[in-house]
T-cell receptor
Framework: NAGVTQTPKFRVLKTGQSMTLLCAQDMNHEYMYWYRQDPGMGLRLIHYSVGEGTTAKGEVPDGYNVSRLKKQNFLLGLESAAPSQTSVYFC????????????FGEGSRLTVL | AQTVTQSQPEMSVQEAETVTLSCTYDTSESDYYLFWYKQPPSRQMILVIRQEAYKQQNATENRFSVNFQKAAKSFSLKISDSQLGDAAMYFCAYGFFGNEKLTFGTGTRLTIIP
């Protein structure tokens, strides 16, 4: 059982380039999330989805877009990468049945030069 | 907005000793849950323990237990018989019923001294 899988695990971009992070979960979870982790700031929510075809903004959505075309996948896009987006990105999912527990991927380290 | 505060950026403990990590939170909700997640050097986020606010009994998972003080909005994690494998970053997190989004603290890096 793979759980939550993120690709790629590492990526280096130049300022202005675009890229997409893919998150896939095989637990049939309704809710999916993208967080970013920065030193001294914990994890901050970028965007989330409460079901297929839905997305919503989190705490730090600027500069990112997301899509949830299929229930099992949640994509995070950077249209024009900036050095401030250098971070470790985590995808997570939850069943949405009031358990509150999130299941995390292994993280993707993105560096923007 | 809900906030979670971890006032100890770093902690250290001798192997086999007990350590307590602090967490406070702010909320106006009555039904919520609290978590401690562990992030070892592998970067994987691992759930350590979970507490529902309506339960008065403190949660316990083997060597890990919490001291949940609802009125004080405090949720500390106690690790007994510390082991080298406990070395990690620990995050306190808050979520409330019907929301399914977690708010995280800034983390406490725990070092185990052999």
């Amino acid at each position: 059982n793979a759980g939550v899988t993120q690709t790629p695990k590492f990526r280096v971009l130049k300022t202005g380039q675009s890229m997409t992070l893919l998150c896939a979960q095989d637990m049939n979870h309704e809710y999916m999330y993208w967080y970013r982790q920065d030193p001294g700031m914990g994890l901050r929510l970028i965007h989330y989805s409460v079901g297929e075809g839905t997305t919503a903004k989190g705490e730090v959505p600027d500069g990112y877009n997301v899509s949830r075309l299929k229930k099992q996948n949640f994509l995070l896009g950077l249209e024009s990468a900036a050095p401030s987006q250098t971070s470790v990105y985590f995808c997570a999912s939850s069943s949405g049945r009031n358990t509150g527990e999130l299941f995390f991927g292994e993280g993707s380290r993105l560096t923007v030069l | 907005a809900q906030t979670v505060t971890q006032s100890q950026p770093e902690m250290s403990v001798q192997e086999a000793e007990t350590v307590t990590l602090s967490c406070t939170y702010d909320t106006s909700e009555s039904d919520y849950y609290l978590f401690w997640y562990k992030q070892p050097p592998s970067r994987q986020m691992i759930l350590v323990i979970r507490q529902e606010a309506y339960k008065q009994q403190n949660a316990t998972e083997n060597r890990f237990s919490v001291n949940f003080q609802k009125a004080a909005k405090s949720f500390s994690l106690k690790i007994s018989d510390s082991q080298l494998g406990d070395a990690a970053m620990y995050f306190c997190a808050y979520g409330f019923f019907g929301n399914e989004k977690l708010t995280f603290g800034t983390g406490t890096r725990l070092t185990i001294i052999p």
